[in-house]
């Protein structure tokens, strides 16, 4: 990805707000995404990371294969199925979109989440 396609905060709030049933809500200063009142991901406080849902036992695999990516706020996200992601290190809308969309199905209501399909994987569609 060349650094004038890095994503945005604008990316992430279009890319969470396309998803189903999702409303985007200020919490602790920061843009925080929803779904059934359940927050799925947050834009970081300069707008260059965002916080997804994550089990924690996959967390420590994740960061270790991609740590440029993905990290923790040490003495925040420690003890929560959450992690953070730096913006300008993902691969283009696509993968913002399936780690987005993953996010979601851990809040969503089950229904919800059943009625609509996992979207392409990153790269399948980058727009």
Do not use: N
């Amino acid at each position: 990805m060349t650094a004038d396609a890095t994503i945005t905060a604008a990316d992430v709030r279009s890319a969470a707000l396309s998803l189903p049933d999702t409303a985007e809500k200020l919490a602790w200063g920061q843009p925080t995404f929803r779904v059934a009142g359940r927050i799925f991901a947050s834009l970081g406080d300069d707008e260059t990371s965002m916080g997804v849902k994550c089990p924690r036992e996959d967390r420590a695999e994740l960061i270790a294969a991609e740590p440029e990516k993905f990290f923790i706020r040490e003495g925040h996200d420690d003890h929560y199925a959450w992690m953070r992601v730096r913006l300008s290190a993902l691969e283009g809308r696509g993968e913002l979109a399936a780690i987005l969309a993953d996010s979601w199905r851990q809040v969503a209501p089950r229904r919800l989440a059943a009625a609509h399909p996992e979207p392409a994987g990153p790269g399948e569609e980058d727009g």
